[in-house]
């Protein structure tokens, strides 16, 4: 329960459910990475987090796919389930839990809320018509159709009539518009308006919520001839993995309604008007924020499984680093457009931001503590004027980056760190410690000015921990910081690391790479 005493508060956010029909890409990563960074954020602020991802295994799509691989529809999933798996494991994600929906309790679940929605009068039996391509056995809505013709195989398609299961959308109308009208659920606030003129107010269709094309799904639990609706089935993950409607977990009180759903912006629609609906006739409160992000392009083009411009992220994290990666990718994503994945710009967002600006202000930073004071400082300080700003910037760094972590702007949250390593790099500059370290009556002002560029350290890399979460607790034992130096508690706090610190000088953490030789490499890798 949310209110006992003595519970911490919690956090629940989700990334979509992936389709396993085929490998995964750095599409995919983006927002399992964004989700990811989030979740750490919050578990470092001190909350009970409860972030979850799967994959959708049902559908039409998969049954053809495992045909084609000569596999049964479980055995091709389980072949690619495993491989997110093993992308997430190499990524760093650290998900709570991970659904699949051809989980028995799931699919117990979803006849459990299709059966109560039909009880309570939403569900009904109807008759869907459309545009049927026979040779393929799918029904396609003209809008669907190229040049009039079947999408999959480009064959001709005739007029068919077929029994369904029909949700009325009506009774849940109103509520929509105000939920997307009257409250911050939907970001950016640009796609609302996308989803009031294209969908709600020319007038909400009811939903087909049964199938009868396919067997791969879940049947409907009072007619097996058909199965439930995909999107049906896979929304309804976000509430049967905390235990809704089945009895294999128990958090549904705990993390329900969610804090932050975050898709990419192709699947807004399911997530701002079939998910409240759907939600609304089961009498549940509704999710709290939906996060819908702009796409990784490639050459100009969702970068996607069917237009085969996939990106390894196997390959880019072994050369150069999953945190690097993982760094990029958060970083040049904007808040509400797309962006252009190209090899260039990642490698020198690696060399600016991480090699140079991060890694140089930490390998410059020890080894002057080693090489002026033997690696311990003096606790003898002199302040200075010039080192306010600094010393400011770095203390109100953390109420900013809380503030953009909760819109989720999580590019702009990486800019405004790095603005303070920037600003450190150019304190060096500004005090001169290779002068100072030449004078013997100026060791306490070097002192000072070491320690700053350290505490520096400790606030930015608590910061980009839950980013970088392999590479920053290798920085911060080398400023020699620890334990309740590291805390959010003390992340908005100067001067928390203790006067005498002691360095431990390391590897250097960021390598730098020579742009052009990558490029060719890369391309040997692709060809
Ligand atoms: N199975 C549905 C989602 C059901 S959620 C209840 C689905 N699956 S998907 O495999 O197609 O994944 C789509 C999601 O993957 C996007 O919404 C986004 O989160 C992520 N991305 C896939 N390709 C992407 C890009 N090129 N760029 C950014 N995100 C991408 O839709």
Not at 330 to 347: A, H, I, K, V
Request: charged share 25%.
């Amino acid at each position: 329960m949310k209110n006992m005493k003595n519970m911490k508060k919690t956090f629940y956010i989700t990334t979509p459910i992936y389709y396993p029909s085929g490998n995964p890409h750095i599409g995919h990563c983006y927002t399992t990475v964004a989700c990811d960074a989030i979740a750490r954020y919050k578990r470092f602020q001190g909350y009970d987090v409860m972030f979850s991802t799967g994959t959708d295994e049902h559908g039409m799509k998969i049954e053809e796919n495992a045909e084609k691989a000569g596999q049964t529809p479980k055995e091709f999933v389980d072949g690619i389930a495993d491989k997110f798996k093993a992308l997430w494991e190499f990524m760093n994600i650290s998900y709570d839990r991970f659904i699949r929906t051809t989980d028995d309790y799931h699919k117990q679940a979803v006849q459990n809320i299709f059966k109560t929605i039909y009880d309570k009068g939403y569900i009904y039996k109807g008759e869907y018509s459309g545009k049927y391509c026979v040779p393929d056995e799918s029904f396609w809505t003209p809008s669907q159709l190229i040049d009039g013709k079947c999408p999959e195989c480009g064959r001709e398609v005739t007029d068919a009539k077929e029994e369904a299961y029909f949700m009325k959308m009506q009774p849940f109308a109103a509520r929509i518009e105000k939920l997307l009208t009257e409250t911050d659920y939907l970001q950016p606030q640009a796609r609302v308006n996308e989803m009031l003129n294209n969908f709600i107010r020319p007038g909400l269709e009811d939903l087909c919520v049964s199938r009868t094309t396919f067997k791969w799904g879940v049947p409907v639990p009072f007619d097996d001839t058909h199965v439930v609706y995909v999107w049906l089935d896979a929304l309804t993950n976000y509430i049967t993995l905390l235990g809704y409607a089945n009895g294999q977990y128990n958090n549904f009180e705990q993390y329900w309604p969610c804090d932050l759903h975050m898709t990419a912006k192709e699947i807004v629609r399911f997530h701002s008007i079939i998910w409240p609906a759907i939600l609304m006739a089961c009498d549940l409160p509704l999710p709290k924020k939906l996060y819908s992000h702009g796409w990784i392009n490639f050459g100009g083009k969702k970068m996607g499984k069917s237009t085969g411009n996939v990106i390894d992220p196997f390959i880019l994290g072994k050369r150069y680093g999953v945190d690097s990666i993982r760094y990029q990718i958060l970083r040049d994503m904007p808040f509400s457009g797309d962006f252009d994945y190209t090899n260039e710009s990642m490698l020198s967002r690696i060399n600016s931001d991480l090699a140079n600006d991060f890694g140089n202000l930490v390998s410059r930073t020890t080894a002057m503590v080693e090489k002026y004071f033997g690696s311990t400082l003096p606790a003898a300080k002199i302040h200075e004027e010039v080192d306010n700003e600094l010393i400011d910037m770095a203390s109100g760094l953390s109420k900013k980056v809380d503030a953009l972590i909760d819109e989720p702007q999580l590019g702009a949250a990486l800019a405004e760190i790095f603005k303070v390593v920037s600003r450190a790099n150019k304190y060096i500059d500004e005090t001169c410690p290779w002068i100072l370290a030449k004078d013997e009556s100026k060791k306490a002002r070097l002192a000072a000015v070491l320690y700053n560029l350290l505490e520096v350290i400790r606030i930015t890399s608590c910061l980009l921990c839950p980013f970088m979460p392999e590479t920053m607790p290798i920085a911060q034992k080398q400023i020699g910081a620890s334990g309740d130096e590291l805390s959010y508690q003390n992340v908005g706090i100067w001067g928390k690391l203790r006067p005498d610190v002691t360095v431990e000088k390391g590897d250097i953490l960021f390598p730098r790479f020579d742009v052009e030789k990558e490029i060719e490499q890369l391309t040997a890798v692709d060809n």
